[in-house]
């Protein structure tokens, strides 16, 4: 069984400030793939940042960036320049063998101007 | 292209009716998954469609949920008798194949309200 933990339910960040969100997984496969979803108030889930991982290099798209320790099963997002459009639910997920999304239970952050 | 469709938006019913949600999947998309998300929580997988055979139904709760997805595109999920615990956002998600690197496309979802 695969499972994914986010300790931390809210976190606000200042305007144009960096903030990091913290996931743990747990996993017996050495192939799988880790994501960030960002759900907004409209409630579409959408795609942030994926990770593969054997790859040692960690993934970043624009202002978003993953510091992923595969030994430590930890893979935490960083929002560099927040902005008041990054205030949403972000939610970390795992894919392995079963090719399904198992997903934590989600941070809500809040941006402050 | 467009997205996953999802409708109705908002649904509110009174316990032991019954309640249906339509999902149509980007076109070509050949995976199909149904997610409950209750407030405060993670999506939790209900129902995976692989074209029109189900690849896992394994979470859902077979004595009231039912889904069908017809020639392989729209899927429905239905509820009969709705219970006060079914309150939650069901998220509908399409993908290509089942690989592990594909993300899924989400719908909007429907909120579900039972009162």
């Known amino acids: 069984a695969q499972t994914v933990t986010q300790s931390q339910p809210e976190m606000s960040v200042q305007e144009a400030e960096t903030v990091t969100l913290s996931c743990t997984y747990d996993t017996s496969e050495s192939d799988y793939y880790l994501f960030w979803y960002k759900q907004p108030p409209s409630r579409q889930m959408i795609l942030v940042i994926r990770?593969?991982?054997?790859?040692?290099q960690n993934a970043t798209e624009n202002r978003f960036s993953v510091n992923f320790q595969k030994a430590a099963k930890s893979f935490s997002l960083k929002i560099s320049d927040s902005q008041l459009g990054d205030a949403a639910m972000y939610f970390c997920a795992l894919k392995g063998s079963n090719y399904k999304l198992t997903f934590g239970k989600g941070t809500l952050l809040t941006v402050n101007p | 292209e467009a997205g996953v469709a999802q409708s109705p938006r908002y649904k509110i019913i009174e316990k032991r009716q019954s309640v249906a949600f339509w999902c149509n999947p980007i076109?070509?998309?050949?995976?199909l998954y149904w997610y409950q998300q209750i407030l405060g929580q993670g999506p939790k997988l209900l129902i995976q469609?692989?074209?029109?055979?189900?690849?896992?139904d394994s979470q859902l709760p077979k004595d009231r949920f039912s889904a069908e997805r017809l020639k392989g595109v729209d899927s429905t999920l239905k509820i009969q008798p709705a219970k006060l615990e079914d309150s939650a956002v069901y998220l509908c998600?399409?993908?290509?194949?089942?690989?592990?690197?594909?993300?899924?496309?989400f719908g909007s979802g429907t909120r579900l309200t039972v009162v």
């Open positions: 469609f692989q074209n029109n055979g189900v690849v896992d």
């Open positions: 076109s070509g998309h050949a995976t």
């Open positions: 998600a399409s993908t290509k194949t089942g690989g592990k690197a594909y993300g899924y496309t």
């Open positions: 990770q593969e991982a054997y790859k040692q």
